[in-house]
């Protein structure tokens, strides 16, 4: 399939298209004639029974919004596929038509990445399967009047009737590249799965938290079906990654790089909480683990560690002009273990690079959070907690923070969530 080079296209966009994009062998089913102000990219592997709720939910979404949104499922597997898991992917193929008639979504469309020949490489996932249906979709944006959007969902989550209308007010009215949607888990169907699913979305809730107070650029969710973008930004960030799993974490992190990325408001997604052993972490594998070992081994960080975090950063955007050895004596004096970890990182050598080539103070710290990204502090998170720091149960970490943060701290697991909830989103 060769791109149109069509004069709608920024120079950005087409040199995307010409040397990143994913184009083929996978094709929109029934090419869509016209173009649109946003799209939004469902991957769907073996969802015949959930992505049909999914659709319902967006159809409820005001008729001027969906008439401006082309929606894409990209039916998906890898090769060697279970059985199971290939029946329902032909079953969702041939229901599509009818579902685009019966939620009455005009602008439904679907690849399949699914059927014999079609399918993806044998180690490629979820990550690859949004790259295709992203990349796929910048032919079909209208790029003459506006910045169009590009919208992640997940075959297995619902939306609200505010959905599209809330992200696009959001990217009207603000200038970050990219957005993270406020989220809430839909109720188990026992008290087991439930117990899980709350332990879960309550250790996403209060890293984000403890990233916050610490000071960290990179405090915002990273949920794979709750995050959108300018068209621009995405092609800006290199676009989609095609990792088999934290896809949307890797994503997130180098849109804010090159972008930014702000947490959105107006609406909330509502993923599944159902267990899952496809990737090998997130959501499903974590409510799989907990379930499989009595629901209750997800452990938390220590709240201290978010307090080496914040020194740490605090050190640096205060270093008047000092080498990375200082910085790393700094380190020491925060903790040993902090100084040990940025040793190994080449830390060092790295601020003397990010020193030489940013002579501008402001964007010197820009360039140190660069280096100091998302990925990097979730390692020393790690390190720490390895090193002398052993995780520690809810009902003991989640407390501190909301002190730290000003609120009021319930007793129990549910009161901890619904506070998390109440002013995160969702």
């Not at 399967?129 to 297995?156: M, Q, T, Y």
């Not at 496809?278 to 709240?303: E, H, I, N």
Request: with cysteine; glycine share 10%.
């Amino acid at each position: 399939m060769s791109i149109k080079l069509d004069l709608h296209y920024p120079p950005a966009i087409a040199a995307y298209l010409r040397k990143r994009a994913i184009l083929e062998p996978w094709q929109i089913q029934g090419q869509p004639g016209r173009t649109f102000r946003a799209a939004v990219v469902i991957p769907a592997l073996a969802e015949y029974a959930n992505l049909t709720h999914t659709l319902q939910t967006l159809s409820a979404n005001p008729p001027g919004l969906l008439e401006q949104t082309l929606i894409l499922v990209v039916v998906n597997q890898r090769s060697g596929a279970l059985s199971t898991e290939q029946a329902d992917n032909l079953a969702t193929l041939a229901a599509l038509p009818q579902w685009k008639r019966e939620y009455g979504l005009e602008n439904l469309y679907w690849v399949d990445a699914a059927s014999t020949g079609n399918e993806l490489p044998l180690k490629q996932g979820v990550g690859l399967a949004r790259k295709i249906g992203l990349d796929l979709v910048l032919n079909h944006l209208d790029f003459n009047e506006s910045d169009p959007l590009l919208i992640c969902l997940d075959a297995d989550t619902l939306v609200q009737s505010d959905y599209l209308g809330a992200i696009t007010t959001h990217f009207g009215a603000g200038s970050a590249g990219g957005a993270s949607i406020p989220f809430r888990h839909r109720p188990a169907e026992d008290l087991r799965g439930q117990a899980a699913i709350d332990r879960y979305e309550l250790f996403l809730r209060a890293y984000v938290l403890g990233m916050e107070l610490s000071g960290s650029p990179y405090a915002f969710h990273t949920v794979g079906s709750a995050m959108a973008c300018r068209a621009s930004a995405y092609t800006a960030s290199g676009g989609m990654n095609r990792r088999l799993a934290g896809e949307d974490f890797y994503f997130l992190q180098q849109l804010h790089k090159t972008s930014g990325v702000a947490p959105l408001t107006g609406t909330i997604v509502h993923p599944s909480p159902r267990s899952s052993h496809r990737v090998p972490f997130g959501t499903g594998r974590a409510v799989g683990d907990m379930l499989a070992a009595g629901g209750g081994q997800l452990l938390f960080y220590q709240p201290r560690l978010f307090g080496i975090v914040g020194q740490w950063l605090k050190c640096v955007e205060e270093h008047g002009g000092a080498d990375g050895n200082h910085l790393l004596e700094c380190a020491g004096e925060i903790s040993p273990h902090l100084r040990t970890y940025l040793e190994q990182a080449g830390f060092g050598e790295a601020w003397g690079n990010l020193s030489r080539n940013s002579r501008e103070e402001q964007r010197l710290i820009v360039s140190f959070h660069g280096w100091f990204d998302a990925f990097r502090t979730m390692r020393l998170m790690h390190y720490l907690t390895d090193s002398a720091y052993p995780r520690i149960p809810a009902e003991e970490a989640v407390p501190p923070l909301l002190e730290r943060a000003g609120h009021a701290s319930p007793d129990d697991l549910g009161g901890l969530i619904a506070c998390m909830r109440s002013f995160q989103g969702g």
